[in-house]
Nanobody, 126 residues
Framework: QVQLVESGGGLVQAGGSLRLSCAASGRTVSSYAMGWFRQAPGKEREFVAAISWSLGTSYYGDSVKGRFTISRDNAKNTVYLQMNSLKPEDTAVYYC???????????????????WGQGTQVTVSS
């Protein structure tokens, strides 16, 4: 059973930075990608970034392009989300997620991720 544990959230002022971590355990041979999503109160879950474990190919949501960077450490089974130039609208609970089976592409939709962490709160004050 895959388990995902996020850490690194907190309170930061606008313009500041945070780095989130997602430690994965119980990964199988079908583990091939990891995604970050966020959900603010009253809003739908939003795609933030995703990465391929093997190639390191990364994808970003339009609202975070140029400010956020996703990376992975295969040896540590950990994916990171470096968040710079944070804005109040980035305030949300951030989740990491992993697909349960291989697809020929890195999914960008929350519906295609079956394993989820518990989430970590990020609050950006103005």
């Amino acid at each position: 059973q895959v388990q995902l544990v996020e850490s690194g959230g907190g309170l930061v002022q606008a313009g500041g930075s945070l780095r989130l971590s997602c430690a994965a355990s119980g990964r199988t041979v079908s583990s091939y990608a990891m995604g970050w999503f966020r959900q603010a109160p009253g809003k739908e879950r939003e795609f933030v970034a995703a990465i391929s474990w093997s190639l390191g190919t990364s994808y970003y949501g339009d609202s975070v392009k140029g400010r956020f960077t996703i990376s992975r450490d295969n040896a540590k089974n950990t994916v990171y989300l470096q968040m710079n130039s944070l804005k109040p609208e980035d305030t949300a609970v951030y989740y990491c997620a992993e697909p349960s089976y291989y697809r020929r592409y890195v999914p960008l939709s929350a519906a295609e991720y079956e394993y989820w962490g518990q989430g970590t709160q990020v609050t950006v004050s103005s």
